[in-house]
């Protein structure tokens, strides 16, 4: 059983920077992809990004590129999204999500994923 435990959000105006940090409670942190969803109200939790187990490989939903970094520390259980330029559309409560390596998932879709922290609240005002 892995425990994630999202951070880091908050209220920010548009434009402005964030950086979203989610801790696990695995004991081989390195053994799992790790991803980030968010779901804003009325909507489905959306792909924002994944980091394979090594940390190098990642992808990101065309909404974000080039503004988001999705990044980890294998030796603090940490997987860390920087957000800059940030947009009001981009308003959510944001989730840490984790799966096991040998699963083989892409981790684009959130059905790849066995484990799911509680959320964070991020708005973006205009």
């Known amino acids: 059983q892995v425990q994630l435990v999202e951070s880091g959000g908050g209220l920010v105006q548009a434009g402005g920077s964030l950086r979203l940090s989610c801790t696990a409670s695995?004991?081989?942190?390195?053994?799992?992809?790790m991803g980030w969803f968010r779901q804003a109200p009325g909507k489905e939790r959306a792909f924002v990004a994944t980091i394979r187990q090594s940390g190098d490989s990642t992808v990101y939903a065309d909404s974000v590129k080039g503004r988001f970094t999705i990044s980890r520390d294998n030796a603090k259980n940490t997987v860390y999204l920087q957000m800059n330029s940030l947009k009001p559309e981009d308003t959510a409560v944001y989730y840490c999500?984790?799966?096991?390596?040998?699963?083989?998932?892409?981790?684009?879709?959130?059905?790849?994923?066995?484990?799911w922290g509680q959320g964070t609240q991020v708005t973006v005002s205009s």
């Open positions: 999500a984790a799966v096991g390596s040998w699963r083989l998932r892409t981790g684009v879709s959130r059905n790849d994923y066995e484990y």
């Open positions: 695995a004991r081989t942190f390195s053994n799992y992809r």
